[in-house]
C-alpha cells in the first residue's frame, strides 16, 4: 500500500511510484503511433475514413460508465477485505481481554494468544500464496507448526488447536461454562472473518468483464485517431494518449484492487497488520512489543 503525504502539484505528474503508467506505457505509445501513421496518410492523400467523432465520443461515455461499475466492484472486493482484516484486529484483541477475565495470567493464556499470532500470520501467507514466515516458530513448538503447514488450509490449524485447549482448560476446571462459551464465540467470530477473506481470494471477478472491458477499450481507442484528424488535427495523437491512458488506466487499476491480497503497491499491507498484532499480543502479556512496520520507499507492505 503506498503511504505517502499530498504531492505538489509538480510532483503530481513526475510521481511513477505507485502509478500506473509504467504498466500502460506501451499501449498509450502504441495509440499515439497509430494517430501518427494515420495523420501522415492523410495529409499524403491516402484516402482515410473520417469518423464523426461525436458519435464516438457517445461510445466512450458507454464505455466509461462501464468501467466505473467495474472499477467500484474491485473497490468493494479490496474494502470487504481491509473490513475483514480490521475484524481479525479487533477479535484478537478482545481475545486477549477476555482470556484475562476468565483465565488470569496463566501460560495457557499466554499459549492461547500466541496461537493467534501464529493464525494470523499463517492466514496471511495462505491468502498471498508464499510460504510461512520463520518468525512463526517464536509462537509457539516448532513440530506443531510444521504440523499446522502440513494442512490443506494451514491457518484453520491454530483456530483448532486453540478450541482443543480452551475444552481441556475447561475440563480442568481453569475456566468457566460461561468463559468456555463466550471463547468459542470469540473463535468462530475470528473464523468467520478467516471465511470472508478466502472468499474473496478464491472468488474472481467473472473473466467475461476481463474480456469485454479489454476489447471495447482496444475498438474504441483504435476508432478514435479517425474521429479526431478534423477536428483537432496534429494535436490527435496527444489527444488519442491521453484516452488510451484514462480508459486503460482504468481498467490496470481494477486489475489491481480486485486482488487486494496480494503483495503488490496497491494491496492491503497484511505483514503490517500482522506486526499490529504481534503488538497487540506482547502488550497483553507483559512483554516487551516489536517495533511497528515502516514503510519503505512510500510503500507498506
Known sequence: ????????????????????VPKIAPKIGFFMA??????????????????NFQAA???????????????NAAYERWWEARMLWGQL??????????????MGETQDRAELLKLACVFLHLHRTNLRRTDPPAQVQE??????????????????????????RLHRIHANGGISD???????????????????????AGTPMPYVYVLL?????????????????????????????????VFYGLAAVTDELKHPFTNSVNGIPLDA????????VAEALNTPPPMPLEPKDHILT
Open 1 to 20: 500500500m503506498i503511504v505517502r503525504k499530498n504531492p505538489t502539484f509538480l510532483t503530481l505528474f513526475l510521481i511513477t511510484k505507485g502509478s500506473i
Open 178 to 200: 460461561f468463559g468456555l462459551r463466550v471463547l468459542s464465540q470469540r473463535l468462530g467470530a475470528i473464523s468467520l472473518a478467516q471465511a470472508g477473506c478466502e472468499r474473496i
Open 273 to 280: 497488520m500482522c506486526r499490529t498484532v504481534e503488538i497487540s
Open 34 to 51: 497509430l494517430s501518427v501513421i494515420i495523420l501522415v496518410l492523410d495529409h499524403t492523400g491516402v484516402p482515410i475514413i473520417h469518423i
Open 89 to 102: 484486529i479487533a477479535d484478537i484483541r478482545s481475545l486477549g481481554r477476555e482470556t484475562m477475565t476468565f
Open 57 to 71: 465520443s457517445i461510445f466512450g461515455l458507454a464505455l466509461s460508465l462501464f468501467l466505473g461499475f467495474r472499477n
Open 213 to 245: 472491458i479489454y476489447r471495447t477499450i482496444f475498438l474504441y481507442c483504435i476508432l478514435v485517431p479517425f474521429g479526431l484528424i478534423e477536428s483537432v488535427g496534429w494535436m490527435a495523437p496527444v489527444f488519442a494518449g491521453i484516452i488510451a491512458y
Open 139 to 164: 509462537f509457539a513448538d516448532p513440530a506443531l507448526i510444521q504440523s499446522f503447514k502440513d494442512m490443506r488450509n494451514p491457518a484453520c490449524g491454530p483456530l483448532n488447536e486453540m478450541a482443543k
